[in-house]
């Protein structure tokens, strides 16, 4: 039987196991139901198995049968959202405010199914396989945690490639994997800032260092910064996502605090940014006669793939399940992924997955985050599929380059 065909005859327990998942989410860095679960799913295979010390990672190798030959790595992430689900599904939310609003569930059972996949094939492998189980995507870089903890060098020796996917729950076709070389996703940086004034009564401002107004001035200043400092070409995004002043109506606050993500898709761009924000809100300040408390904290860098593993993947994706199955991206997406600090490390690529359920427009549907956001379990064998796909033919691909 061909590995897709397999990986059809495996749907339902992939979709037991995602609505479990889906069911009870869990945040950040300490998942424990979540890596009980994984452990159950991979403890009838023949897997040398390690968890996380800094976070309930799972990190599995598959040995193949050629001893000391190559190794990949598939990830999958595995943390929710602090979200209240109002999807209406059989399988919601029992947390209440908690959400698997990514999609991450799914990724889990497409790398449990991959592993299942693979395990059946181990006598054919030419290498090995790291299974990377990741808690803490959503803003705790558990990536990073699983890099410095040695998930790259779980073989024994440093894997070749790495390849990751991410469910979308809309803007992508349903069971179309889409990608680009090079930048995919942006690099995530955070702005914090603390205006410092001196307090008094609203009647008379004159009597104080009124901070708000300068807060003001400052979050609508960064737009036309970004706009006339950088080129549209090579894009930066700041959006203000959280401020904070005063506590009534007719206090004029000491401090006023905001903070803003940074995106940007080139180190030169991430490097001056930090420079000239940082530059700009210390003149508005001085300008007002105030002080401020400045801090560009660098997070996450662009998430680039390289660009032969990319076409590897479209041409996997092309002669397992049709040409018409890849879509190369034009751009890159804005939003960010500790994935990059995998790909910084070793080459690989990322794909996004349609998963958007039958009867709903992809234009239209509400996106990954989204309280409303919903995932198809129908796209689950073929994660599963493409995942197994891309560490048989890239360990083969690896063995037969070094051949004499």
Request: aromatic share 4%; proline share 6%.
């Amino acid at each position: 039987m061909a590995l897709h065909e397999d990986a059809s005859s495996l749907t339902s327990d992939l979709v037991a196991l995602r609505h479990d998942l889906h069911r009870r989410p869990e945040i950040g860095l300490t998942l424990p139901h979540t890596q009980e679960r994984v452990l159950a799913a991979l403890d009838p295979l023949p897997l040398e198995i390690s968890t996380g010390a800094a976070l309930t990672s799972v990190t599995a190798v598959l040995r193949g049968a050629r001893p000391g030959g190559p190794a990949v790595l598939l990830r999958g992430d595995m943390d929710a959202l602090p979200v209240t689900e109002r999807t209406g599904v059989s399988y919601a939310s029992e947390t209440g405010d908690t959400m698997h609003a990514c999609g991450h569930d799914l990724h889990v059972a497409m790398l449990v199914g991959a592993a299942q996949l693979l395990a059946d094939r181990r006598e054919s492998l030419s290498g090995d396989v790291v299974f990377m189980f990741q808690p803490g995507e959503e803003g705790w870089d558990g990536a990073g945690k699983m890099v410095a903890e040695g998930v790259l060098d779980a073989a024994g020796q440093r894997v070749v490639a790495a390849y990751g996917l991410h469910v979308s729950a809309a803007s992508v076709p349903r069971g179309v994997f889409a990608s680009r070389s090079g930048p995919m996703l942006a690099a995530s940086d955070r702005l914090i800032v603390t205006v410092r004034g001196a307090g008094g009564h609203g009647s008379a401002p004159q009597r104080a260092k009124d901070p708000v107004p300068a807060m003001a001035e400052m979050i609508t200043g960064l737009q036309t910064l970004v706009t006339r400092t950088f080129d549209v070409f090579d894009p930066v995004v700041v959006t203000v996502g959280m401020l904070h002043a005063g506590t009534r109506h007719n206090i004029i606050p000491d401090d006023a605090h905001f903070e803003a993500t940074v995106r940007t898709f080139s180190p030169a761009n991430r490097e001056r940014m930090a420079e000239v924000s940082t530059r700009y809100l210390r003149s508005v300040a001085a300008a007002h006669g105030l002080d401020v408390d400045v801090e560009y904290r660098i997070e996450y860098p662009v998430t680039a793939t390289d660009a032969a593993e990319t076409d590897f993947l479209a041409d996997t994706v092309a002669e397992v399940f049709g040409p018409d199955r890849f879509a190369r991206m034009a751009n890159p997406l804005t939003g960010a992924e500790d994935f990059s600090r995998v790909l910084n490390q070793v080459p690989g690529s990322f794909a996004m997955l349609g998963a958007v359920p039958p009867g709903i427009d992809p234009a239209t549907a509400a996106y990954n985050h989204s309280p409303q956001a919903t995932f198809d379990d129908s796209v689950l064998p073929d994660g599963a599929a493409l995942l197994a796909e891309l560490a048989i033919r890239r360990l083969d691909q690896e063995v037969a380059d070094v051949r004499p």
